[in-house]
């Protein structure tokens, strides 16, 4: 193995690990309301508006990083853009009321929004398109892993020490990353399209860049479209599930546990109801099979899968977490045992368990075909663009999703936990029309597949000339 494919290789794992931090940050916020809320004399409600905020503001910075992605260097952006958001998140750990909070929120979203935009502009350059999705479903995985770490992580740490502590955690690790970002190699642009390959073995370099005139185009493109909407829909459904640690807690609680061995034994219940994630890998390697038979493969498929996930998840947030039997301390390791030990032998939580596992392995098939269809239908120049513009309807669905629970939460008049599972049920609806519009996806990107191959084709024999 030469050197270059060492650096090619070295750099996709850094940008999978990267991947992971905007929805850490975006995961320690629910397990800590409870604790804000109090040090800072607030409404539980009112701090999902912050993480609403927080994730709006990444989705519309990420539109700037991704269209500077085609004029400057992307490794210096992606430098840039970690100093910001590490800088915030340790201040935020010093703040001391609401305001403070909600602008080195923003701040803190201004510097995440290059994580997604830059990294999939370098993934998608370096990961051949018959594995796109099975690949891409790492990255995918490691920004779901990244919420459920973040959650953990507030939940073993807050406990013991205050909900202060984790975000000065999280920033020292944002510093030690721009260290390692100095070593990444970056690719050429459109080096893993097949029809580029002729490029290189002439020594010839493909040079399109985008221009702000290409924008209208990418945002009329048919199959463009039908990808915005679905994000939108989706994550106003799966952007609630940040919520899952509260609902866990104010279960447990009702069972009779303080809150210290609450927070902790619903940080590890939403690590482990989240283990059906795994399974994103085998199915973008599913989708990557049915696109190569058929350009209508990946829709088809995953709009089933969103179908199939509905009940599971209304059905977790339904199912009571009866005859719950935990060490009553606020060590965790014990905790973890005996949870691992009730999810055996208690049926209750074992259904849960089962049940979560389905919910999120159904939901694991959405990422990694989703980015790969943003890939096939886009030309190389414009991939980091289209992301970011389809992100910024990620980060719409999310803020509305978010934004909602805080709503709907204000409105319900009867108690916990019973609030938070008619809210999150409620919400859960709304990937209805997300599944749908996969189907509708289906003749629109047969065409856009294919006129992005063939320009790529014609670039290159002209490029060669």
């Known amino acids: 193995m030469n050197i270059n494919n060492i650096k090619a290789i070295y750099t996709v794992f850094i940008f999978i690990i990267l991947a992971a931090f905007d929805n850490v940050v975006i995961g320690l916020f629910p397990p800590l309301f409870s604790s804000i809320s109090k040090?800072?004399?607030?409404?539980?409600?009112?701090?999902?508006?912050?993480?609403?905020?927080?994730?709006?503001?990444?989705?519309?910075?990420?539109?700037?990083?991704?269209?500077?992605?085609?004029?400057?260097?992307?490794?210096?952006?992606?430098?840039?853009?970690?100093?910001?958001?590490?800088?915030?998140?340790?201040?935020?750990?010093?703040?001391?009321?609401?305001l403070q909070l909600l602008i080195l929120q923003i701040f803190t979203g201004i510097g995440l929004g290059c994580i997604a935009s830059i990294g999939f502009s370098i993934?998608?350059?370096?990961?051949?398109?018959?594995?796109?999705?099975?690949?891409?479903?790492?990255?995918?995985?490691?920004?779901?892993?990244?919420?459920?770490?973040?959650?953990?992580?507030?939940?073993?740490?807050?406990?013991?020490?205050?909900?202060?502590?984790?975000?000065?955690?999280?920033?020292?690790?944002?510093?030690?990353?721009?260290?390692?970002?100095?070593?990444?190699?970056?690719?050429?642009?459109?080096?893993?399209?097949?029809?580029?390959?002729?490029?290189?073995?002439?020594?010839?370099?493909?040079?399109?860049?985008?221009?702000?005139?290409?924008?209208?185009?990418?945002i009329s493109?048919?199959?463009?479209?039908?990808?915005?909407?679905?994000?939108?829909?989706?994550n106003i459904a799966t952007g609630t599930l940040i919520w899952l640690p509260t609902l866990y807690?104010?279960?447990?609680?009702?069972?009779?546990?303080?809150?210290?061995?609450?927070?902790?034994?619903?940080?590890?219940?939403?690590?482990?109801?989240?283990?059906?994630?795994?399974?994103?890998?085998?199915?973008?390697?599913?989708?990557?099979?049915?696109?190569?038979?058929?350009?209508?493969?990946?829709?088809?498929?995953?709009?089933?899968?969103?179908?199939?996930?509905?009940?599971?998840?209304?059905?977790?947030?339904?199912?009571?977490?009866?005859?719950?039997?935990?060490?009553?301390?606020?060590?965790?390791?014990?905790?973890?045992i005996s949870l691992l030990k009730e999810i055996v032998i208690n049926p209750w939580i074992s259904i849960i368990f089962v049940l979560s596992f389905l919910a999120s392995a159904l939901q694991s098939a959405n990422t990694p075909n989703w980015l790969a269809?943003?890939?096939?239908?886009?030309?190389?120049?414009?991939?980091?663009?289209?992301?970011?513009?389809a992100n910024l309807a990620n980060g719409l669905g999310r803020t509305i999703g978010n934004a909602g629970v805080g709503i709907i939460l204000s409105h319900i008049k009867i108690g916990e936990p019973a609030n938070y599972i008619i809210t999150l049920s409620l919400l859960q609806l709304f990937l209805l029309p997300s599944a749908f519009i996969y189907l509708l996806m289906t003749k629109s990107n047969i065409k856009d597949i294919e006129e992005v191959k063939n320009t790529l084709m014609k670039r290159a024999k002209g490029l060669s000339l």
């Open 221 to 234: 493109k048919r199959s463009n479209i039908f990808l915005f909407m679905q994000a939108f829909f989706m």
């Open 249 to 336: 807690i104010s279960k447990i609680q009702q069972q009779g546990y303080n809150l210290k061995v609450s927070i902790i034994a619903a940080g590890y219940l939403f690590a482990i109801f989240q283990l059906g994630g795994l399974a994103s890998p085998l199915f973008g390697h599913i989708g990557d099979i049915l696109q190569n038979k058929t350009h209508r493969g990946r829709a088809a498929l995953t709009s089933y899968f969103v179908f199939a996930m509905i009940p599971f998840y209304i059905a977790v947030f339904i199912l009571p977490m009866n005859r719950l039997e935990l060490i009553q301390s606020s060590a965790p390791l014990p905790i973890l």
């Open 373 to 389: 269809l943003i890939t096939d239908v886009n030309l190389p120049e414009h991939r980091g663009t289209a992301f970011s513009l």
């Open 39 to 98: 040090s800072m004399n607030v409404q539980i409600s009112s701090l999902g508006i912050v993480s609403a905020v927080n994730i709006l503001v990444t989705s519309l910075s990420s539109i700037l990083w991704g269209y500077l992605t085609s004029k400057f260097s992307r490794k210096l952006l992606v430098i840039v853009g970690t100093i910001i958001w590490s800088i915030s998140i340790f201040l935020t750990s010093l703040c001391v009321n609401y």
């Open 123 to 218: 993934l998608t350059d370096y990961i051949p398109n018959k594995y796109r999705g099975m690949l891409l479903s790492l990255w995918g995985m490691a920004q779901g892993f990244g919420g459920i770490a973040g959650a953990l992580m507030a939940s073993l740490m807050a406990p013991f020490t205050s909900w202060r502590k984790p975000f000065e955690v999280v920033s020292i690790i944002g510093f030690l990353l721009i260290i390692l970002y100095f070593f990444i190699k970056e690719p050429t642009v459109g080096q893993a399209e097949p029809e580029l390959q002729t490029l290189a073995e002439r020594g010839c370099t493909y040079n399109y860049n985008i221009e702000l005139s290409h924008l209208s185009q990418i």
